[in-house]
Each structure stands twice: as C-alpha cells, then as structure tokens.
Antibody
C-alpha cells in the first residue's frame, strides 16, 4: 500500500537551512502530489505547501514564500522540502502527506514526521 | 487567511457517549473541509473529506456534516481508542488552514 518514509531528526543553528526528504512507495508517483505540514511542539497543524510530481508545479503558503523550496526526484520517488534562514520558531515536526496531482488536501497517507530543532 | 475556529477546545466524555465537535469558518468554504485525528507522537489520520465523506477504513461511528461556514464531526458512540486531538482543515482557499484542535478525553 502507499507509504511515505521521511528522513531522520535534524538539529540546526539559527540562520542555517534544513532539507527533509520523503520517500514514496506503493503507488504511481507520477499521478500524485505531496503536501508538507508542520507542527510546533504542543501546537496545532500548519500547511506549508504542495508540490506536484514534477518540479515545475508548486504552491507555497505565502508566509513561507521565499524561504521554502519543494522539489521532487522522480527517479527515486522522493520529495524534498528545504527551509532556509531557520529561526527558533521553526522548531517543529515536519510531515509530508500524499496529495492529488492538483492540490486538493487529499492528505492520505502521511509520513512519520521529522523533528527539526533550531537552537544555538 | 480563512480562520477556522473549533469548539470546544477540549472535552471529557464516557465510553458510549455521543460527541460533537464544531468547526466554523470565517468565510464560506462550500464543502471543502476535512477532519483529522491525531494521537500523541503520531501523524494525523484523515477521517472525513468533502465535509461528510468517510475515509475508507474509518469506523462508521464517525460522521461529518455541514457546508458553507459551519461543520460538525460526530462520534456516535465514543470508544476508548477515540481519545485523541481532532482537527478540521479547510482547503477551499490558499493557504489551507487548520482549526486549533479539540482534545477528546475518556472519563
């Protein structure tokens, strides 16, 4: 069945960048997109953006525009989310979730989450 | 951005009780709403999409209703495994936004 497996936890200093991967399996990667959602410790969920199976098609939440880049590698069926100029309030668990080939918040299934800690 | 307001923020109910969670949108979103369940340390799980469509594999005691600005998630007979935080999500307008969550505890 469809599965998303994310990369491991990261610790970064303020101002640095982080790149989280999300490896897809069990479905036709070329027919689905992926969304990214984050959750700060003890807080709610926040949608960051969506990417189609090919890099040219993205939709980012305005508040992350200019700081986030989502990419795909169709040869390895892996999606990446890079967040730059990290701040302490970027400390969160970052989730990928399968979406449709056009953004529709399908969100099934989800990856297991990647904890990113930003600390000096 | 569209604001999604859930109520209550938390509730405590007994096994077998009927539980209702409400989600209000700051503007009309048709039926572009989903409900998610999240247990501690786990990724969210989709329960409902398009306001009232039950996700495959989700128990039938979960149901959703509403359109426009007011939506409800109902658990017809609360079970111990339903202890979790529940979130609504609007996907009518970018950026997609979640409610703040409702924590459901079992008495």
């Amino acid at each position: 069945q469809a599965q998303l497996v994310q990369s491991g936890a990261e610790v970064k200093k303020p101002g640095a960048s982080v790149k989280v991967s999300c490896k897809a399996s069990g479905y036709d990667f070329s027919n689905y997109g992926v969304s990214w959602v984050r959750q700060a410790p003890g807080q709610g969920l926040e949608w960051m953006g969506w990417i189609g199976p090919y890099n040219g098609n993205t939709k980012y939440a305005q508040r992350f525009q200019g700081r986030v880049t989502m990419t795909t590698d169709t040869s390895t069926t892996t999606v990446y989310m890079e967040l730059r100029s990290l701040r302490s309030d970027d400390t969160a668990v970052y989730y990928c979730a399968r979406d449709l080939i056009t953004p529709r918040a399908w969100f099934d299934p989800w990856g297991q989450g990647t904890l990113v800690t930003v600390s000096s | 951005d569209i604001q999604m307001t859930q109520s209550p923020s938390s509730l405590s109910a007994s096994v077998g009780d009927r539980v209702t969670i409400t989600c209000r949108a700051s503007q009309g979103i048709r039926i572009d709403l989903g409900w998610y369940q999240q247990k501690p340390g786990k990724a969210p799980r989709r329960l409902i999409y398009a306001a009232s469509s039950l996700q495959s594999g989700v128990p039938s005691r979960f149901s959703g209703s509403g359109s426009g600005t007011e939506f409800t998630l109902t658990i017809s007979s609360l079970q111990p495994e339903d202890s979790a935080t529940y979130y609504c999500l609007q996907y009518n307008t970018f950026p997609w936004t979640f409610g703040q969550g409702t924590k459901v505890e079992i008495k």
